[in-house]
């Protein structure tokens, strides 16, 4: 698949829920092989626009955020807000898998 910009695009597999799973199982530590591909997948690319959390209190609070689609990047908080970081991690997780796969991760 070829993205806006002519270059090709990498995507995640719907159908690999259960590295979705294994993610939401533990957010934080050792991942598989594949899962951790998947994370890279997510990780790379062009920050203008991308998800991700930010503190609003330290190691209390985190919003989640989006980076500016243009520049000067500055972080734009579009929430919810979070107390649980795990649970915020998992909500990054299901945004990026449907930004990369064109479908909604159907586990809650």
Known sequence: MRGPD???????DPRRVDLAREFRARPFGAHSVE???I???MRAGPIEGRHFLYMTRP???WTL??????RPLRPV???PVFTDLAAAEWHVFKL????????PLGLD
């Open 35 to 37: 899962l951790q591909q």
């Open 65 to 70: 955020a989006r980076m500016s689609p243009t």
């Open 96 to 103: 990026r898998w449907q930004a990369l796969s064109g479908e």
């Open 39 to 41: 994370l890279h997948l």
């Open 77 to 79: 908080l579009v929430g």
């Open 59 to 61: 190691h209390a609070e």
């Open 6 to 12: 002519g270059l090709k695009t990498a995507r995640i």
